[in-house]
């Protein structure tokens, strides 16, 4: 799992306790999910390059490190994803925001895409593409591809916790996509959920059943 990234930093263990637990309310849990969000933003953008420019400081000039390379961009999948957009934002103001809506064929079981709306300058961005939840890997591997298609080539995934079985899916399907999450689980029960993952995570953050 080379590509695989657990950002493991105690305040985000400390609040992932918390957001498990079912006893949560959704004021807190949304809280919260906002605040995870924000600490796995500092570690996704651990590497970025940067450039050294001049400053004049009130006492002298000196060379100082501002970010350079590609701006960035953040694909929330709908509609748990909306959930760490803004924690993202904290720390990146300046990023754009597309969205991608999926929604399962009850045909051929696969998520089939429904709506997106990217930035017009998509394909020279940075994207991070967010889910809460990475369970089977499907609505994953379909953002992915779908960005792909229009010309997208440099991508994260974020996610929060995720199963071994998403891992690997999206391992194999797209090798150069790096991941982030905050817990790696045990797998999937036999109604496709995390296990012990936190629920259902749309449902949590909007407080919908």
């Known amino acids: 799992m080379s590509n695989l990234f657990i950002c493991d930093h105690p305040m985000i263990q400390h609040k992932l306790t918390f957001i498990r637990d079912k006893e949560t309310n959704t004021k807190d849990f949304r809280e919260l999910i906002d605040e995870v969000a924000t600490f796995m933003a500092y570690e996704i953008t651990r590497e970025i390059p940067l450039q050294t420019i001049k400053v004049e ?3 002298a000039i000196t060379d100082s490190k501002i970010v350079s390379g590609r701006m960035l961009g ?3 999948i709908l509609r748990a994803g909306l959930g760490m957009v803004d924690g993202i934002l904290k720390l990146i103001p300046s990023a754009k925001v ?12 696969q998520p089939k895409e429904y709506y997106i709306n990217l930035p017009t300058d998509a394909q ?8 809460p939840m990475l369970a089977t890997g499907g609505s994953a591997i ?3 591809n779908s960005l792909k298609q229009r010309g997208c080539e440099v991508m994260k995934l974020m996610c929060i916790i995720a199963a071994p079985e998403g891992v690997k899916a999206v391992q194999e399907a797209h090798p150069d996509v790096d991941i982030y999450i905050a817990a790696l ?3 999937l029960n036999e109604k496709g959920y995390i296990v012990p993952g936190l629920g259902d995570a749309g449902d949590r953050i909007f407080g919908t059943n």
Do not use: S
């Open 185 to 187: 689980d045990e797998g």
């Open 142 to 144: 379909a953002a992915l």
């Open 98 to 109: 597309g969205h991608i809506g999926l929604a399962r064929d009850h045909e051929t079981l």
């Open 124 to 131: 020279d961005r940075m994207l991070i593409v967010i889910d």
């Open 57 to 59: 400081t009130p006492v």
């Open 74 to 76: 953040l694909v929330p």
